[in-house]
């Protein structure tokens, strides 16, 4: 089984940063791939980035050339690197983990847009 912990979020103003991290303890060479999720209140929950063992990464269109999916492998940890933060962006972000045979979810981190 894998554990993820998320953490950074926070309030921010329209146009500054945040870096979210997703730190993986458990069997973690089983994962595949790692994924960032965000949830608005009423909206269905979306993929926002995720990144392969193979390296392959994928970013949904909205946040395309404003965030950044990092692996480092030190770490066991993902991270999502968020600029130019738009109130369409705010939504509590999940980081998932996927293997052959099962799929973890985070608890989930809180990221607040508002001038």
């Known amino acids: 089984q894998v554990q993820l912990a998320e953490s950074g979020g926070g309030l921010v103003r329209p146009g500054e940063s945040l870096r979210l991290s997703c730190a993986a303890s458990g069997n973690i060479f089983s994962i595949d791939g790692v994924g960032w999720y965000r949830q608005a209140p009423g909206k269905a929950r979306e993929l926002v980035a995720s990144?392969?063992?193979?390296?392959?990464?994928k970013y949904l269109d909205s946040v395309q050339g404003r965030f950044t999916i990092v692996r480092d492998s030190s770490k066991n940890t993902v991270y999502l690197q968020m600029n130019s933060l738009q109130s369409e962006d705010a939504a509590v972000y999940y980081c998932?983990?996927?293997?052959?045979?099962?799929?973890?979810w985070g608890q989930g981190t809180q990221v607040t847009v508002s001038s």
């Open positions: 990144i392969a063992n193979n390296g392959n990464i």
């Open positions: 998932n983990a996927v293997g052959g045979s099962f799929l973890s």
